[in-house]
């Protein structure tokens, strides 16, 4: 009997202390939203890819304190609603306005084009994709092998650099392992004349990527190679012009000067001066 007494009397404690804990956390949370200590935010409720359309399904208002300034916030879940998604959120991660696009800026790989760039497709294989290694948001320079009018023999030259991919095939976004995959197709961000570039050096001749570490945004310069260059690793100087020889030419000893007065005839001899 007495140990079902002090069964009961814990309950009854733990349900009171629960209470009170309830009554404080809500007197507390009540007293920091009037004091300012908080305000709302609009956040993920659950992971977004890229290229996922917002909607008051998958985002929520949370509480956000105020000594961490959240810079581009939203604090209405209507502000969000039909934005898509540019980079991957985490759940109950902020949305910030760098990470959605304009609503009705269209889905997929569309919004992830900046203004201003174009995307541009060219086929690849495992050669030209880097064995497999191009990712979505790496970096590469594009190299051109193809033969001069002016020239009778190939060149490889290289015609843009630090080029972002923007996609891999049919992926967006890299593969969270990291695991190598050949694709038939690779998508570059560019400039309008950079586009004109690439597709000229396709129509020449043969292309390829080169992978650059995502850090170096450097640009090299460089002249291009010929296969006699290749050869011999020097490259090659002009040809010499042999200058064309001056004629010689003799000038007489005497030169003379014919002078008619009076319907005379003379004649005067001079010698040449010499050198």
Known sequence: MDNRRIVIALLIALVVSGGA?????????KAREARGDTFKVVAAKDQLRAGTQLSADNVALIEWPNTLPLKDSFSKVEDVVGRPVLIPVAANQP????????????????????????AVSVRSNDVVGVAGFLYPGSHV?????????????????????????ASAGQKIEPDPQGKPETVHVVTLLLSPIDSEKLLLAEALGNIQFVLRNGVDAGTAQTPGISASELGSGVKPKPPRRTPIAAK????????????????????????QPKE
Do not use: C, H, W
């Not at 804990?21 to 949370?29: A, D, E, G, Q």
């Open 21 to 29: 804990t309830f009554l404080i956390y809500s007197r507390i949370r």
């Open 141 to 165: 320079d594009v190299l051109v092998t193809y033969r001069p009018p002016e020239q009778n023999e190939q060149i490889t030259r290289t015609v843009l650099q630090n080029v972002e991919v």
């Open 248 to 271: 010689t030419v003799k000038l007489p000893e005497f030169y003379a000067v014919e002078t008619i007065t009076g319907g005379k005839r003379l004649v005067d001899k001079f010698e």
């Open 95 to 118: 949305i910030l306005a760098s990470s959605v696009a304009l609503a009705g800026s269209g889905l997929g790989l569309t919004v992830r084009i900046p203004e201003g760039m174009r």
